[in-house]
């Protein structure tokens, strides 16, 4: 069974009255997500590697190697690096072993599979939700791999997926170039069963060549055809699910849920930002939305978040995030990554939807 990156992130213990939750990440979107959960002067604990002296400086020889201790870091930066997959969070020693001095600085390498313990002083309402939008299922995937010879149906689940039907086309075997009239409907069939079963959010069809052109043109079912997404493999036996588990396609599907609601809510903001009405943008004209108690939703990106923190303004993101929140009003970090984020730093990278005009 292939491991695809649909595990959800695990809550391991929680206890928000010490302000303390334990978690593990489990994918790369769980790191994204973390990186907007972790802030400066939180307390991050857990096993890491730390390089470790023996002798002192002025001693001729002094040996170092690498060891895996557990460490308690106050956290001072906090840096998401998309490209190499690792969660960089940096600090300086609260507790650890006797060889590690207390206020020395360390970075932990936060990556997939890696389990975290956060304190913070106070939880908001924007942290718990990022977790639970990391906890929650995938999105319910059916892939389909074939050629003019043979089918594979796969159910995607949350550690790898499932194969749930093999089918066998008959090759007209004159010409070897094109499977049998009723391949293709036995193909749609099945996934008409599949959709209908398991109400399925995403379907990929994946083939060699242009096998999957041919599908779509005898393909007349117009709800299964929105939620298909092509992909091609470099063939079609059983191999090739794993092959498909390493596939672009695969990664933008599993993205897409989130990128839609991201969508919705930008497009929201642009819509009031264009009637001149019920909305604010700029951190100007944010704050003092807020300080009227007027947001209904604050939007704001990641992009927006790490440059306040590397020029040392968090403090007052902050202290919005957390008006806004004891004004019942609801926050929403947006990915700089896709083009709603794109479109919401153009503006500044925060805006806010208002419950009534300020001006």
Same mark, same amino acid.
């Given at each position: 069974m292939g491991k695809i990156e649909a595990e959800t992130m695990k809550i391991i213990h929680k206890n928000l009255k010490n302000g303390e939750i334990k978690l593990k990440a489990e994918n790369l979107d769980d790191l994204w997500y973390l990186s907007s959960i972790v802030e400066p002067q939180d307390l991050v604990s857990g096993k890491t590697v730390r390089k470790i002296k023996l002798g002192g400086e002025e001693e001729r020889k002094v040996t170092a190697f690498k060891k895996e201790i557990f460490l308690e870091i106050r956290v001072e930066n906090v840096e998401f690096h998309k490209y190499s997959n690792s969660l960089r969070i940096s600090g300086t020693v609260v507790q650890g072993p006797e060889d590690v001095p207390k206020a020395s600085y360390h970075t932990f390498n936060i990556e997939p599979g890696s389990t975290i313990k956060i304190v913070k002083k106070e939880w908001l309402r924007l942290h718990l939700d990022r977790i639970e939008a990391a906890s929650v299922s995938p999105p319910k995937i059916l892939v389909c791999i074939f050629d003019r010879e043979e089918a594979h149906f796969y159910l995607l689940r949350r550690q790898g997926y499932e194969k749930v039907l &093999?089918?066998?086309?008959? $090759?007209?075997?004159? !010409?070897?170039? @094109?499977?049998?009239?009723?391949?293709?409907?036995? +193909? +749609?069939?099945?996934?008409?069963?599949?959709?209908?079963?398991?109400?399925?959010?995403? #379907? +990929?069809?994946? @083939?060699?060549? !242009?096998?999957?052109?041919?599908?779509?043109? &005898?393909?007349? =079912?117009?709800?299964?055809?929105?939620? #298909? $997404? @092509?992909?091609? $493999?470099?063939?079609? =036996?059983? @191999?090739a699910i794993n092959e498909m588990m390493k596939r672009p396609e695969l990664e933008n599907v599993l993205k897409q849920d989130r990128i839609a609601k991201e969508e919705a809510l930008v497009s929201q903001l642009l819509e009031q930002i264009g009637k001149d009405n019920l909305a604010e943008y700029g951190l100007k004209n944010v704050e003092e939305a807020v300080n009227a108690g007027a947001v209904e939703k604050l939007l704001l990106t990641d992009f927006f978040i790490q440059k306040a923190r590397q020029e040392s303004n968090y403090a007052q993101i902050e202290i919005l995030l957390k008006l806004t929140e004891s004004m019942k009003g609801i926050v929403f970090i947006i990915s700089s990554e896709n083009q709603p984020g794109i479109s919401l730093d153009g503006i500044g990278g925060i805006g806010a939807i208002l419950r009534y005009k300020i001006k």
């Open positions: &093999e089918l066998k086309g008959e $090759v007209e075997k004159k !010409f070897m170039k @094109t499977a049998s009239k009723d391949f293709y409907p036995q +193909i +749609i069939k099945a996934l008409q069963e599949y959709n209908k079963r398991y109400k399925l959010d995403k #379907i +990929i069809i994946a @083939t060699p060549a !242009f096998w999957k052109e041919y599908l779509m043109k &005898e393909l007349t =079912d117009q709800e299964l055809k929105e939620k #298909i $997404v @092509t992909a091609t $493999v470099s063939s079609a =036996d059983k @191999t």
